[in-house]
Each structure stands twice: as C-alpha cells, then as structure tokens.
C-alpha cells in the first residue's frame, strides 16, 4: 500500500457539533501530519508527530486536537470549530519527519 | 527561520515549450527542497525532489537545479503538455530544530494547446 488515505471526503459541521478526521497509511512511516489549505494557498502546518510523539504544534487553537493511536493511524478532532475554519484538510506521512512527505487526498471542512 | 519565495506566480506557456519556476530560500542551513504539484481539487503531489549535497536531479520532462551559493532553486518542464497545467509549490526543509517544510506562495502554470 503506497498511499496515505483520509476520511471522510467531505464533512459539513456546525458550530457546536463535535467530528473527528481519519488518516491512515500503511508505508511503515514515522512521521504524520496535519495541515490545513485554504484556496489558492499553499498547505499550513498544524501539527507533526514523529514516532508517535507530538513533535510539532504550531500554535493551533485547542479547538483542533490531534491523537495519534499507532504509528499507521492519525486523527484530528474537531470541537467549537469557526466559520473561518472551513479549509481542505490534508494528512501527510514520511519515513523521517520533514524529508519526502506524501499527501492523502484531503477532507473538505465546511464549518456553518 | 525559513523564508521561501517563488515565482512567478502564474505562467502560462504553449504546448510542447518549456516553463521555468524559480524559488529563493533564506536559511542556508535548508538541505531538502522538494517540488509537489497539485491539480484542481487533488492533493499535493511530489513530482521531484532534491538534497542539497546535489546540483541537479531529471526525472524524463522534469528537472530541478539547485545553487547554494546564490540559495534559490527551480523546477524545470520540458515539452509541456496540457496535463501539466496545475499549481506548482516550491518547499525547503527548515535547516533548524523543526525540520519542517516551508512552502512557497505557488505557481498556476496554464499550458495552451
């Protein structure tokens, strides 16, 4: 299996409502990410684990909140989430954080 | 911390001509600048990559120059083909603590048939 996968596709939500997002790959990386693109922009990091660890939080608010069961899978809950915070979030992997990183197809987050 | 800058940020080319994007990092320390391309409503791709104990790497139609000294790179399309239009991202590995990607603002490269 060469792919990082993601769901779901699409998901509509709420302000008050409480979702989660779903990575996963089975390349034996160690490393998975979180990021966040708006249109016509270039993808924004949230969050990066490294052997199962958080290794980065780049300052998202506490609305996000990442967990990283095992090393194949990697999920982002979603909680009081803003209008402002409707985006394609994308999922990453790599062998070794920071070097080669593959991209899952992403879920469309529209926050009403 | 790492800057990258990219341009241009759109371009537009007949089939079968070449297209050159170019981008500038800051942190010297960078050693990993990776290229993704990334079609309308698909996820980024990585098309080709390149570490800094290299000056240049081919993949067939594709290839990305590196210099050091002068601390940009480029990504370069050979014959292209209407299925290359798409938004291209520079990125440079953060050469601190982080080991992040920093990515440039994209290219929208429009190839006319």
């Known amino acids: 299996d060469t792919e990082v996968t993601q769901t779901p596709k699409h998901l509509v939500m709420g302000m008050t409502n409480k979702k989660s997002l779903k990575c996963e790959q089975h390349?034996?990386?160690?490393?998975m990410y979180w990021y966040k693109q708006k249109a016509k922009k270039p993808p924004e990091l949230m969050f990066v684990?490294?052997?199962?660890?958080?290794?980065i939080n780049e300052s998202v608010p506490s609305r996000f909140s990442p967990e990283c069961p095992n090393s194949s899978l990697l999920n982002l809950h979603l909680h009081a989430l803003q209008p402002e915070d409707s985006a394609l979030y994308l999922c990453?992997?790599?062998?070794?954080?920071?070097?080669?990183?593959?991209f899952g197809p992403g879920t469309r987050l529209t926050v009403t | 911390g790492e800057n990258v800058e990219q341009h241009p940020s759109t371009l537009s080319v007949q089939e079968g001509d070449s297209a050159v994007i170019k981008c500038t990092y800051s942190?010297?320390?960078?050693?990993?600048f990776p290229w993704y391309k990334q079609e309308l409503g698909k996820r980024p791709q990585l098309i080709i990559d390149?570490?800094?104990?290299?000056g240049e790497k081919k993949d067939q139609r594709i290839a990305v120059t590196l210099n050091k000294t002068a601390k940009h790179f480029s990504l370069h399309i050979t014959e292209t083909q209407p299925e290359d239009s798409a938004v291209y991202f520079c990125a440079a590995r953060d050469g601190g603590a982080t080991n992040k990607l920093i990515f440039g603002t994209g290219t929208l490269l429009a190839v006319q048939p």
């Open positions: 684990y490294s052997y199962e660890k958080l290794s």
């Open positions: 990453a992997s790599s062998q070794v954080q920071g070097y080669e990183q593959y």
């Open positions: 390149i570490r800094s104990n290299v």
């Open positions: 942190d010297s320390a960078s050693n990993y």
């Open positions: 390349m034996g990386h160690r490393a």
